[in-house]
DNA sequence: AATCCTACTTGATTGAAATCAAGAAATCAA
DNA sequence: TTGATTTCTTGATTTCAATCAAGTAGGATT
């Protein structure tokens, strides 16, 4: 599948564009290969693009002392962006990495105005920086964490084959003990 | 104070806007007053405005078959909106209501389409959507009761001073007694 | 294949907040 | 003002996930 329909298939999900618009969103993407493992936005950096994964897995994390507390898991198809970051334009406090070789599309901030310059159609994009606040609400605060695997097993269910139990785990807030109990007691 | 004045310091807070911006601002808000009690936005209903509280309080809840669940509590100077619901325009879970009688400008997200048309400056105005990220996060997930609560006497003292306990404790998602013993342990 | 390291599981214990319960204080209504 | 209702406090108990701990399995590296 080529990028454009990958890209496309994205876009369903965030809001009504043609064809042709579409096309212009695509047009104003650059596109990027990493592997395994390299920083996308390292913690200190202001987010200054919006990335769609095509193909592959990330992962966003703040450094800890410890273990590194996972933020957000993200698989083909999503948007990744620190939204925190991107609206305030000031630095990140979280860090994005591959997890996976993966290949996305990068929207710079410039780019997204002058889409938005060309037609006001393109302020949709900006739903984009809601989906992850969707997300965070979406594992609440007030959730067992046995409703939070079941969750994510009905929400993405992929989550699980590809991430380690430990960073879904730090995901949900709960301990590898915990997700490892609740998983078998299935 | 007058209107204007009371949304140009509530502006200070979301972006830089000038003299004649802010005013420009003003002239496309609606003056709402309601009393007690009053519903603002009802479950069901599409969130399609902004509102600026100028005096007063508000609370914004989700009934559940038990106690209503607090979700946001506002003050003087807050914006009020339903996030999701406004950016998605879908049905808001949520039901927005005065505790005390206030007084509110309307900005309908007609006007702000408007004002965006007028100027891409009042595309600062979208942070707004971003405020109650913040808070979400603010009173996170990995926080104690006791922690939770002195950043509220922190960041908000007068949210303690207006809202019962149990409204406070129902917004940090801790149950009154434990809020009632964090606060007798100081 | 052997070693090392990390991830995962399983069990025992602990601890913090929820729940249960009852009484005191404050608010509201008549 | 009185009584009724709700809110708040305080105490006893329970519960559930974290922590502590040890062992097993799986992957990587040589």
């Known amino acids: ?3 454009q329909q990958t890209l ?3 876009l369903k999900g965030i809001g009504d564009f043609s064809q042709q618009q579409s096309a212009l969103i695509g047009e104003h993407c650059a596109f990027l290969k990493v592997n395994k493992q390299e ?3 390292a913690a200190g950096q202001v987010c200054n693009a919006f990335l769609f994964l095509l193909t592959g897995a990330c992962y966003q994390f703040r450094k800890t002392d410890a273990d590194p507390n996972i933020i957000d898991l993200h698989l083909a198809g999503d948007c990744v ?6 609206i305030s334009q000031q630095p990140s406090n979280e860090t994005i990495a591959a997890y996976e070789n993966s290949e996305l599309l990068v929207l710079t901030i410039q780019s997204l105005h002058r889409l938005i310059a060309l037609s006001p159609a393109f302020l949709q994009l900006a739903k984009l920086l809601q989906v992850s606040t969707l997300r965070a609400e979406f594992y609440d605060n007030a959730m067992t964490p046995a409703e939070k695997y079941h969750r994510v097993l009905d929400d993405k269910p992929q989550l699980i084959q590809i991430f380690p139990l430990k960073y879904i785990a730090s995901y949900l807030k709960i301990t590898p003990e915990t997700l490892s109990r609740v998983r078998a007691a299935i």
Chains 1, 2 share one sequence.
């Open 8 to 10: 496309n298939r994205a």
């Open 39 to 41: 920083t996308l936005l």
């Open 1 to 3: 599948m080529n990028h």
């Open 81 to 86: 962006v620190n939204q925190l970051s991107f």
